[in-house]
Each structure stands twice: as C-alpha cells, then as structure tokens.
C-alpha cells in the first residue's frame, strides 16, 4: 500500500506490487477487488463501498515454472467509507462572527477534505440559508450549487450587527458520492 493498510471505498486507492522476480512470473491475488495496471508495478482499486465494514487480503506469488509457486507475501487492508468533507464559506470562513465585507468577498460555499491522504475534489450542490435578525427567522430559501443567490447578497448588504446566517442542509457530491455536511452559523459583528 501507498498510503496505509485501509482502503476507501468508491474511489481509487494506490498499490504498489514489487518482488525480486520478472514481474509477468507475478501472480496477485486481489481479494475479490479489481485492479487498474498502471505500469511499474502500480495498480489501482476501488472498493465498493458493499465492501466498508469487511477486510480483504491481496496475495502476491511467484511462477517459478517448474509448475512450482512461492509466496511473496500477503497484506490484509480494511474497507472504510470516505470522511465527510468540511464546508466553509470561501475558502475557510467557518462558523462565528464576521464581517458583511468578509461574506461578500467569499460569495460562495466550499467543502475541504481534512486530515485525509487522498487528493479528492468536493462540489457544492445546494444549501439551505437561514437569516435570523433580533431572535425571529426573516427569510430561508434554498440555493442550488455553491454560489450566494442575488437575495442572498442583498440580505448580507442589509444586514445589521447580530445578524445570523444559517447555513444548513448542505449537500456536496464527489467521485466518493454525495454527503450531508455540517451546518455553518455566522453572526455579522
């Protein structure tokens, strides 16, 4: 393994495969997994996610070609599901208090993978946004992809210190699937 002895299901994970033998004598044993050949001994695979919870083994042998074979070795990996990326607005604005300008200069929603090894790309689907000004809900509607509506900006333009932005019920989607992320809830100082 490249990266660890896990695997993460619905996307591609790296493997590596060396022996000291010519590598069409190789014969690998995927554990039921279907490998990508990527040349010099890399491969690809990807899990299904059926697949998060269990184990599965990859065996390596060698054809000796006296109708002999010789282990070189196995390694057992866990199957788990992707983490649940982490929404921000702009690139790193999460929940607290901010500026009107800081909202309007970072018009739109994120979502970053953190503390994860694989480089994996998340888009913003839509998202529910709640403005709360003096403890009484004065507007939610839905936004469809990852940029602030029009009503959006203007109720950040209008919005005076205390007010609340909710954001919630947001949706993101990658090659790992779609998730439900965490709620953001930022007050204007």
Avoid: C, H
């Avoid at 022996?19 to 899990?47: C, D, F, H, M, N």
């Avoid at 009107?100 to 953190?114: C, D, G, R, Y």
């Amino acid at each position: 393994a490249e990266k660890m002895n896990v695997f993460y299901a619905g996307i591609p994970n790296p493997v590596t495969i060396a022996a000291p033998v010519a590598p069409e004598k190789l014969r690998i044993s995927w554990g039921g997994l279907t490998p990508k050949q990527l040349g010099g001994g890399k491969y690809e695979v990807v899990p299904s996610t059926k697949l998060i919870g269990q184990k599965v083994t990859i065996s390596v042998s060698a054809d000796l070609g006296t109708g002999k074979s010789q282990n070189m070795g196995s390694q057992e990996f866990r199957v788990k599901g992707v983490p649940n990326p982490v929404a921000y607005i702009g690139s790193n604005i999460g929940s607290g208090k901010v500026t009107k300008n800081q909202l309007m200069s970072n018009p739109f929603l994120t979502a970053k993978m953190e503390n994860f090894d694989f480089s994996l790309a998340w888009r913003i689907t839509s998202y529910k946004v709640t403005v709360v000004k003096n403890g009484r809900e004065v507007s939610a509607n839905t936004n469809q992809g990852a940029q602030f509506s029009s009503q959006l900006q203007g109720a950040i333009r209008s919005a005076t210190a205390g007010t609340t932005f909710e954001f919630s019920e947001i949706k993101a989607s990658s090659i790992a699937g779609a998730k439900n992320l965490e709620t953001i809830i930022v007050r204007i100082k």
